[in-house]
């Protein structure tokens, strides 16, 4: 049946060749530049209305076969503005100049799950960032970070500086309280890639635990990280569900939408690149070197003596240490190499790259690779069938190391070092053997030396798209679109202290072990017919089709202790215990229909739903509607004045839907071990048996304007995105046992402005400064909470929490004293959401050759729990621990402990985090194509320095204000515990090609 | 030409049917583990065993908790915990400004044992709906959840004390009333009535329990034995509560035995334990290796050696530490100069030796309060002594001694008997009106903390 299809279609095209061979036809040749006289190589001409087509070479020449007498020659260029050209046999050969179209107007922007428009004609508010300003300015540590500073109403805090990253996104605020997805949806080439943070169960090893979610105090990367930036032609974020809404009941906290690099057709290109550098620790304490002064300052009676005998060894050992340089002080190279094949004809292109990533840590033995192989494939079979390919296989290697939390265990560097003194002795002997560290549970050179916190991933993403053109006349085109595609990760982490290490020695079995394995596939399909009519001036394009998403998790993590000396295999282990082994499998099916009416690009209408059902819901079998509408109105498409290449208003609304997590529809017993027999004891879960998925209504209006011949645009946005239903614990009182029936139980509105302004204020041939400034704002706030108010997040009320509460944000931070009026009756101290964000990015092109760029960043307001200064004032560590301006007896560091602890006064930890960054420093030079004409060999050169985190200005107390100690999740970010510091970079890049 | 574009169309179209003829989606049950509702719909003997064995480990959670917390309140013990300075400063309220709610370090001894409680409620639920065990079985069941149910509810109560507690937590929606506030007694009552049902339900069990306990419950493991147990945990109850004929009518139902001396000490710790083990068991939570290097680990109060009666076998419970002595910056005396921790717990063998949760050894010293308060100074006095000659500190000279110095002595007795066993020394001061400095080593510039502010959830819920 199949191959019958395909004879058929075989010889259809065969016949629509021959006929066409059979007409008359005429040659047309020329050149395509850019406005400084440039050539443009692989620009596409296409004969308009035909698929007859071809691409300029090298020096910007063309030549085609035209049928008949006259024709339209369109030419295209990504960044370009489409270019129409009318020519007849008798026209002689054609220069070109093409514009750029510097507002992007005619960038395709996704509209539906089948269907695009130009960004002109764009209803909602479109975000996107090309692979120029993601990865070709400098050299960005992670995907997820590389945005950054780049796309208005967006916030991320990163787990710590460690080599891999670990970001936690939040899109227009927060969408979830903790039960939904809080992470961003991402689609890479059509495919649900895996963004979850598997767990590698370092938190149970060095009991990083306390704390309201101690599940995620594993500090490990979000999936997300993988995939190589290198790669990706561009991104475009669908910030909230007015856009959203076609990803239905996974888009509550928006959707990252990824595209990777195609090959066009052309002549082959092999380019290469090559950064180099180094990294450096950034915003240092400076801790105290301690003298005889600071030791009586802090230790008295019997341990006194210790530790002046200590210090004067160490005197005259010369062995007085700045743990936070030594520590923190490395100066490791960073590498990034990255080759790739493209070109292909009119028929099939290709796209192929390698990529190795090499970076060390700040701090020894942490570092992070990656490789990464792509192959992605266009190729067309006849006139009527597109397929698309893509490839990619991934491998990343992550030594983490141990910073952050920990209990009782040494197992952190940051901890330990918060309570040593400059001459604590950590060194090992001659023989290796590390000193106990009298200061606390962990010899810190032991953990950093000795400690394995590794996680390795195999990842394979494959994609394939098909469309079809099943009819078409003048007027109307019918096409099917089916795509889908597999997001495998494997994933290895070994987590492992020795049995020498010294709170291991401490233990019943000593040496503790964890490997965890976890294989997360995500498949989905997707097929759509789409109708596109034309009716003079009208344009309706209708979709309609129906996805599915399958996921299949296995998790297991096996926890060895009592190791033989120096063996990490589970066969060496004393007692062997599954540490955790998990199965999730889930499905979603969605239908959905969507209509799409253009009236001659000065009313542009869309209108859409989405029918979902999943596994996740209570009720598995239940479809839930997300429907959207949009209306974009071009008014400079109504007057012509010539000031405006645009002026736009448009609206749009739309629902998205946020599921439960795994397992909260369930009511397990869970086992236990005792003596021997195994029983089952009754979880502190309870379930509601009316559970619904939560649900984002978002109503967002805009105006965008580009005048002056693209160089000065304006967009401006206002959002009000209120999620309903919101999945929250009901905390029944713990004397009944449960302690959390999940239910529908809140609502909350997020209203922000975000405001775009671009301008070019001078462009000349030898000289052209670009500019652009982001400001956004959202404000946050729960509007009904139907169960009592409760704190989360963080490490309860003395050492600063998080507030669910009504009438207020859901990242308020509180802590002691008790305030009746306030909420939770506790002291109100900040909030976590900035007041605002601001970002200035500004490039300009000198000497014809020569490019900068810059990116500063600036935050107003927000708050953070900056547990590190507690536990440095703890230790005495702080820089100026023993002074007493005050002149009470009582020293500064004291002081602050006191009114924590004897006053009651958490605000002393809670510290505002405003900070200006100047994230981002390139400067590239572009070697003459005259001089590369002489090597014959090269068709581009560029040489280039860049630098990002360069400089950070913030009153915080710590290493970064932007940082977490609870990974990804929406509320408990902003809590930090002698993390990972971020560290400064600064590249040397080398692109070419060939 | 036309036809041949058919075929393509309905080719093309039946792929994408093909493609979402799976529109229905398969239902998904829990892969990982069974679920409660099964459980107590009709629980098979196996499902019953299952729930059993689940009790008694939510049972043992609880200790570690008392003995660390409730022995830092009565100073049997200082926390040295070097990762949090709040087992320190708060435990032993070096601010003066007493507990709060959500007390640090304060679920152990409250919210776990609520959870052996709801799982003794899930226990009781599912032997009466069952209708594939005997009805021996489903009062052997319902005895043993009963009078673990009744032991776990005087755990949160010593915690909250005047607070009250819930007694009725069967439906988490629907809580009973908190009872006994300011009226520990009533609370204490309440317990006694839940433990008298289970004696009830023990006696109806036939001759044998049917269901398998751990080794903990050997030589209890039959309704009979049982049910000395029950009786036991009535005697503390009942002496709690001041109703001393009670206790000793208790007393008589349980395993208690008089006829010790320092030839059969064994005799002083018979009495059901929790067991512990190896991983994936749970470790005894007081075990440490002896003297390593650690950041964490409880040390015996030097006040607890330091008042000892000479020659007094009890100190063997401790060993001094040689060469890992321990600091902690919050831990000073007057002088501002640090207390050196210096005797660490040396009781237990390993990490999976036992813990007896009432012993013969407390029953004995329950027995010598109740018969003082009966006005049976004799009785009372020849009690303490069979304690005092078994550990070698000869007799009490009870001569011209008022009943209130034989009750000092009695408590005297249980702060070394009964030293960090979840405890004791503050829950007695405190019922017997002298928790304070005179009967406290304060050394530590702390205060003393009379009971622990309501949890959040419970203020919450009755706020709402």
């Not at chain 1, 090992?428 to 050179?445: H, K, L, S, T, V």
């Not at chain 1, 492992?496 to 964890?514: H, I, L, S």
Request: glycine fraction near 10%; include cysteine; proline fraction near 4%.
């Amino acid at each position: 049946m199949k191959m019958h299809n395909l004879k058929w279609t075989f010889a259809l095209a065969m016949s629509m060749f021959m006929s066409n061979a059979l007409l008359a036809q005429f040659t047309v040749s020329g050149k395509v530049t850019d406005p400084l006289d440039l050539p443009l190589i692989g620009v596409s001409i296409l004969v308009k209305g035909t698929s007859t087509g071809t691409v300029s070479d090298v020096d910007g020449s063309f030549s085609l076969e035209a049928p008949g007498e006259s024709a339209t020659l369109v030419f295209s260029y990504t960044g370009f503005k489409t270019f129409e050209l009318d020519v007849t046999g008798s026209s002689g050969p054609q220069n070109v100049q093409m514009q750029e179209d510097i507002a992007r107007l005619e960038e395709v922007v996704v509209t539906g799950l089948a269907s695009g428009v130009k960004r002109s004609n764009s209803g909602n508010s479109v975000a996107s960032v090309d692979a120029e300003m993601l990865s070709e300015q400098t050299n960005p540590q992670t995907l997820d970070n590389a945005l950054y500073g780049k796309i208005a109403g967006v916030q991320m805090t990163a787990n710590g500086g460690a080599p891999g990253g670990g970001i936690n996104v939040q899109l227009r605020g927060i969408s979830t309280l903790g039960a939904g997805s809080s992470q961003p949806l991402y689609i890479i080439d059509g495919v649900y890639a895996d963004n979850s943070a598997s767990r590698n169960f370092r938190s149970v090893v060095n009991s990083a635990g306390g704390g309201s979610s101690s599940n995620n105090q594993d500090d490990v990367a979000s999936r997300i990280s993988d995939l190589n930036p290198d790669e990706i032609e561009r991104i475009e974020v669908l910030k909230g569900p007015s856009a959203a809404a076609i990803y239905g009941t996974r888009a509550n906290a928006g959707v990252i939408i990824i595209t990777t690099k195609r090959g066009q057709a052309g002549e082959s290109k092999v380019s290469f690149s090559q950064d180099i550098g180094y990294a450096k620790g950034q915003n240092f304490i400076g801790f105290d070197d301690w003298n005889e002064q600071k030791v009586r300052n802090y230790f008295s009676g019997a341990r006194l003596n210790t530790e002046l005998a200590a210090l004067r060894a160490a005197e005259a050992e010369g062995r007085i240490t700045d743990w936070e340089d030594f520590f923190y002080g490395e100066t490791p190279l960073l590498s990034n190499t990255s080759v790739s094949l493209s070109g292909g004809n009119q028929k099939t292109q290709f796209y192929a790259s390698g990529g190795f990533q090499t970076e060390d840590g700040i701090i020894k033995n942490t570092g992070y690779d990656r490789y990464s192989f792509r192959v992605n494939l266009d190729h067309k079979i006849g006139n009527f069938i597109t397929v698309k390919l893509n490839n990619n296989f991934i491998r990343t290697e992550t030594q983490r190391g141990f910073t952050g939390n920990q209990n009782n265990t040494g197992g952190s560097i940051g901890y330990n070092i918060a309570y040593a003194p400059s001459y604590a002795n950590f060194f090992p002997d001659e023989n290796g053997i590390y000193p106990d560290n009298p200061y606390f549970g962990g010899n810190p050179i032991d953990i950093r030396d000795n400690g394995v916190n590794d996680y390795n991933v195999n990842r394979i993403i494959t994609a394939g798209a098909v469309d079809i053109d099943l009819w078409s006349t003048a007027n109307t085109f019918l096409k099917a679109k089916i795509n889908g595609g597999v997001d495998l990760v494997s994933g290895e982490s070994l987590v492992y202290f020795n049995e020498q290490m010294q709170y291991q020695k401490t233990r019943a079995n000593p040496g503790d072990v964890v490997w965890g394995n976890s294989r997360n596939l995500n498949y989905n399909l997707q097929g759509f017919l789409v109708l596109n009519s034309t009716f003079g001036k009208f344009n309706s394009n209708t979709t309609v089709g129906a996805v599915r998403l399958d996921q299949d998790v296995n998790f297991l993590a096996t926890r060895g202790q009592g190791l033989a000396a120096g063996q990490r295999n589970l066969a060496w282990a004393n007692v062997v215990t599954v540490a955790s082994q998990q199965e999730q499998r889930i499905s979603d099916m969605g239908v959905v229909a969507q209509e799409d009416l253009n009236w001659d690009d000065k009313i542009i209408a869309s209108v859409g739903i989405r029918f979902d059902k999943s596994t996740l819901n209570r009720d598995q079998q239940k479809y839930y509607a997300f429907p959207k509408a949009s209306l974009a109105v071009n008014l400079h498409n109504f007057v012509e004045t010539g000031f405006f290449d645009q002026l736009k208003l448009r609206g749009a609304y739309g629902e998205t839907g946020g599921l439960p997590q795994f397992g909260f529809t369930f009511e397990p017993l869970n086992s236990t071990i005792i003596g021997g027999s195994i029983g089952g004891v009754v979880g502190t879960q309870g379930v509601d048996a009316n559970l619904v998925p939560e649900t984002a209504q978002e109503i967002e209006f805009g105006l965008d304007m580009t005048l002056l011949n693209g160089r000065v645009t304006l967009d401006a946005t206002v959002y009000n995105k209120s999620v309903k239903d919101l999945i929250l614990p009901l905390r029944p009182a713990s004397s009944t046992g449960i302690s959390t029936i999940q239910t529908n139980a809140a609502d909350l509105e997020n209203r922000g402005v975000e405001i775009g302004l671009g301008f070019v204020p001078v462009r000349t041939a030898n000289f052209e400064w670009s500019n652009r400034l982001l400001w956004w704002r959202n404000r946050s706030e729960i509007t009904r909470l139907i169960v009592p108010q409760f704190n989360t997040g963080g490490f309860g009320f003395a050492l600063g929490t998080y507030a669910i509460a009504e009438g207020y944000s859901p990242t308020a931070i509180v802590g002691n004293p008790d305030n009746p009026s306030g909420p939770v009756r506790k002291t109100l101290y900040g909030d976590r959401q900035p007041d605002f964000q601001m970002s200035y990015a500004t490039s300009i092109k000198f000497l014809k050759h020569f490019d900068f760029s810059a990116l500063l960043h600036y935050q107003k307001g927000g708050a953070a729990i900056n547990l590190s200064a507690y536990l440095w004032d703890d230790g005495g560590t702080t820089p100026g621990w023993d002074e007493d301006p005050d002149g009470d007896g009582t020293f500064k560091g004291q002081e602050r402990i006191n009114e924590a602890f004897g006053s009651g006064n958490t605000g002393v930890w809670i510290e505002p985090t405003d900070y200006l960054k100047l994230r981002e420093l390139g400067l590239y030079y572009t070697v003459p194509s005259t001089v590369l004409n002489n090597t014959g060999l090269l068709k581009r050169l560029k040489l280039g320095v860049s630098a990002n985190n360069i400089l950070l200005s913030t009153n915080y107390s710590s290493y970064d204000p932007e940082v977490s100690n609870f990974g990804a999740q929406p509320l408990a970010g902003s809590v930090e515990v002698t993390p990972y510091p971020s560290s400064r970079r600064f590249f040397f890049h080398i692109k070419a090609d060939f | 030409m036309k036809k041949s574009f058919n075929y393509i169309l309905k080719g093309m179209l039946l792929v994408t049917v093909l493609a979402f003829s799976s529109c229905e989606i398969e239902e998904i049950v829990d892969p990982n583990n069974p679920s409660v509702g099964s459980a107590i719909s009709n629980a098979s003997f196996a499902e019953m065993q299952f729930l059993i064995t689940g009790l008694e480990s939510r049972h043992r959670s609880y200790f570690g908790n008392a003995a660390q917390m409730f022995g830092s309140f009565g100073r049997e013990v200082w926390p040295y915990f070097a990762s949090d300075p709040r087992f320190i400063g708060d435990w032993l309220d070096m601010g003066g400004d007493g507990t709060y709610s959500d007390f640090f370090g304060s679920g152990g001894t409250y919210a776990t044992p609520y959870l052996a409680v709801k799982q003794a409620n899930i226990v009781i639920q599912a032997a009466e709906n069952s209708t594939k065990i005997s009805a021996q079985q489903v009062s052997a069941a319902k005895g043993i959840a009963k009078t673990i149910k009744g032991y776990q509810l005087l755990w949160p109560l010593m915690q909250q004390w005047n607070n009250g507690i819930r007694i009725e937590v069967e439906d988490p929606l629907n809580p009973g009333p908190r009872v006994g506030i300011d009226n520990p007694t009533e609370a204490l009552q309440a317990i006694q009535g839940v433990l008298n049902e289970g004696l009830s339900d023990l006696q109806a069990a036939g001759g044998t329990l049917g269901f398998k306990l751990s080794v903990g419950f050997s030589g209890f493991d039959t309704p009979a034995g049982f049910a000395q147990v029950n009786r036991a945990i009535a005697a503390r109850v009942a002496l709690y509560a001041k109703d001393y004929a009670g206790a000793l009518n208790a007393l008589n139902g349980s395993f208690i035995d008089l006829n010790v001396d320092a030839t059969s000490t064994a005799k002083m710790q018979r009495g059901p334990a929790h067991v512990y083990g190896q991983p994936p068991d749970g470790e005894n939570p007081l075990f440490q290796p002896f003297d390593r290097p650690t950041a964490a680990i409880l040390i015996c109060h030097p006040a607890w050696i330091e008042d000892a009666l000479p020659n007094d076998a009890r100190l063997n419970k401790v060993r001094q530490l040689v060469t890992n002595k321990i600091t902690n910056s919050g831990l000073r005396n007057a002088n501002g100069e640090l207390l050196v921790g210096e005797y660490q717990d040396v009781r237990w063998s390993d990490n999976g030796a036992d813990i007896p949760f009432i012993r013969n050894e407390e029953l004995i010293l329950i027995y010598a309060e109740a018969q003082l308060f009966s006005n049976n100074t004799t009785e009372a006095v020849r009690a303490i002594n069979i304690v005092r000659n078994t550990w070698g500190v000869g007799n009490y000279d009870a001569a011209g001694k008022s009943q209130d110095d034989i009750l000092e002595e009695i408590l005297f007795q249980r702060r070394y008997s009964l030293w960090n066993e979840g405890g004791h020394r503050w829950i007695d001061l405190r019922r017997t009106g002298k928790l304070d400095a005179a009967h406290v080593d304060l050394r530590d510039q702390g205060h003393l903390i009379l009971q622990v502010a309501r949890p959040s959830t419970e203020i919450n819920w009755d706020g709402n």
